[in-house]
């Protein structure tokens, strides 16, 4: 039990820095200030004295914690397909000019035996 606290206390501070980093990224952390809370529930001796609520918080803390990185994902996937969404396959206008040549070059007859 000891062993497992000092976990919990260990999590419970990774998990602050990270609800920080994603308030600082503006993402919503509501749904994981209620992750943390039970987190740190975790960590009261009264939880250890009643099994049914030790096992309902850590199923609480674990399937929280999925569901969250599931819609952090999710929105993520989301903004990276929006970028690729937005890329075009044509060159800058100032690099026109340079690919053109290159391939002049590659399909000159001199460009064959290279």
């Known amino acids: 039990m000891r062993q497992f606290r000092g976990e919990v206390r260990e999590w419970s501070s990774e998990a602050q820095q990270l609800r920080r980093d994603l308030r600082d990224q503006g993402i919503d952390v509501a749904n994981f200030d209620e992750i943390l809370r039970a987190l740190q529930q975790l960590d009261y001796d009264r939880t250890y004295q009643d099994a049914s609520e030790l096992t309902r918080l850590n199923s ?3 399937e929280g914690l999925k569901r ?4 952090l994902r999710r929105r993520v996937d989301a903004q990276n397909e929006q970028l690729f969404l937005t890329a075009s396959d ?8 340079l690919i053109e040549e290159y391939y002049r070059a590659l399909a000159s007859p001199n460009a064959q035996g290279r």
């Open 60 to 62: 609480f803390v674990v």
């Open 68 to 71: 969250f990185e599931y819609d």
């Open 90 to 97: 044509e060159a800058p206008t100032g690099f026109r000019q």
